[in-house]
């Protein structure tokens, strides 16, 4: 899994925004505004990440129990990957 390069992750006025860039902004509808974890996930997957790379990541870094963390990455992967924002490995 890989964050699309049209994609940058902006704080403005102490939100994080997701914001689609150059071609894309004719692309994409709206933005979308992600909280601490959300944050926590885009850093991690500016490289080729697997979910259980994810999942370690935001265990080692917050106290979450790993089901609810697992549940959670899986929807934000969701929501960036039908927003056309992240491709992921088949």
Not at 58 to 75: K, M
């Amino acid at each position: 899994m890989r964050i699309e390069k049209e994609f940058v992750l902006r704080e403005i006025a102490g939100d994080y925004i997701i914001i689609p860039t150059g071609k894309t902004v004719l692309e994409f509808n709206g933005l979308i505004t992600v909280n601490e974890v959300g944050v926590s996930l885009w850093k991690m997957l500016q490289q080729d990440v697997s979910m259980e790379d994810l999942v370690k990541g935001i265990l080692d870094e917050y106290d979450v129990e790993e089901s609810v963390a697992r549940e959670d990455i899986q929807e934000f992967l969701d929501t960036l990957v039908k927003g056309g924002i992240l491709t992921k490995d088949e």
